[in-house]
């Protein structure tokens, strides 16, 4: 059975490790020292690499781990990762043997032209997405080079996955991004009650990610575009009713570039 372990880099990113029988594929590797340190202390070999977007802190360490290790290389068809032997524009389904493991692609355009996300649905029982700087913990990524329309379409892919679908996203922002959340929503209890959870874990060390996509869906704004107090949220925002969901969904997420 593949196990999933995170690796810290940088101030906040995750390096997620997919292993099993020896053998890891590594996603968004932004930096290869916390990669190299994991396969010589455990003796794993690597076996493929797994690319979101084209971001530095998601992609910089390729080249070193490349110059290591000759493997497949899977990335977004639509931006420049040099080092990527496999590019994916999303609705693939790709296969690490050495794993047994099969993924499927989502295109999640947005906070990049071409980002994509890796979907496991086999993978811890209930499934789990890697799904990079699309989706985070009570948050999304800002639109670097997409629109609302692309971003929230991207979110909408991601939303109907089952509930119970473990998101492994790219960084440690839930804390800072549930304190919009309550901004946003601040009569939900489910907010302030997630929000006081992740508080202990954060005060304990512990990591809230990977978290699911039912918890998402009951507390991220960027997911409850149809909510009322969200609706209402972003039409103090424009000064008027937003016309539909992408409306929404843009205001809020201006506002919390704001915030």
């Known amino acids: 059975m593949t196990e999933i372990l995170g690796l810290h880099a940088f101030d906040d990113n995750y390096i997620w490790l997919l292993r099993d029988r020896g053998c890891?594929?590594?996603?968004?590797?932004?930096?290869?020292?916390?990669?190299?340190r994991h396969l010589e202390q455990s003796g794993d070999r690597l076996c493929a690499?797994?690319?979101?977007?084209?971001?530095?802190?998601?992609?910089g360490g390729l080249a070193e781990l490349l110059a290591r290790f000759p493997v497949p290389v899977y990335?977004?068809?639509?931006?420049?990762?040099?080092?990527?032997?496999?590019?994916?524009?999303g609705g693939e389904r790709i296969e690490v043997s050495e794993l047994a493991l099969e993924l499927e692609i989502i295109?999640?355009?947005?906070?990049?032209?071409?980002?994509?996300?890796?979907?496991g649905p086999s993978l811890d029982?209930?499934?789990?997405?890697?799904?990079?700087?699309?989706l985070f913990g009570a948050g999304c990524g800002r639109l670097f080079e997409g629109t609302p329309a692309q971003m929230h379409q991207s979110l909408a892919r991601l939303a109907v996955l089952p509930a119970p679908t473990l998101v492994y996203c790219a960084h440690e922002?839930?804390?800072?991004?549930?304190?919009?959340?309550?901004?946003?929503?601040?009569?939900?209890?489910?907010?302030?009650?997630?929000?006081?959870?992740?508080?202990?874990?954060r005060a304990a060390g512990r990591s809230t990610i990977p978290t699911t996509i039912g918890t998402e869906l009951e507390t991220n704004p960027f997911l409850?575009?149809?909510?009322?107090?969200?609706?209402?949220?972003?039409?103090s925002r424009l000064g008027?009713?937003?016309?539909?969901?992408?409306?929404?969904?843009a205001a809020i997420r201006e506002w919390k570039n704001r915030f």
């Open 24 to 36: 890891v594929a590594v996603v968004d590797p932004g930096d290869a020292a916390p990669v190299l």
């Open 107 to 119: 295109d999640v355009p947005g906070h990049t032209r071409g980002h994509i996300a890796y979907y």
């Open 240 to 249: 008027h009713v937003p016309a539909d969901a992408v409306e929404t969904f």
């Open 224 to 235: 409850r575009w149809d909510a009322p107090a969200v609706r209402s949220a972003a039409a």
């Open 49 to 59: 690499i797994l690319a979101t977007h084209h971001h530095g802190d998601h992609v």
């Open 75 to 89: 990335g977004p068809s639509l931006e420049n990762i040099p080092g990527v032997s496999h590019p994916l524009a």
């Open 173 to 201: 922002y839930t804390q800072s991004n549930l304190r919009f959340a309550i901004a946003v929503e601040p009569g939900s209890i489910a907010v302030q009650r997630r929000s006081e959870s992740v508080a202990r874990d």
């Open 125 to 134: 029982d209930n499934g789990a997405i890697f799904c990079g700087d699309t």
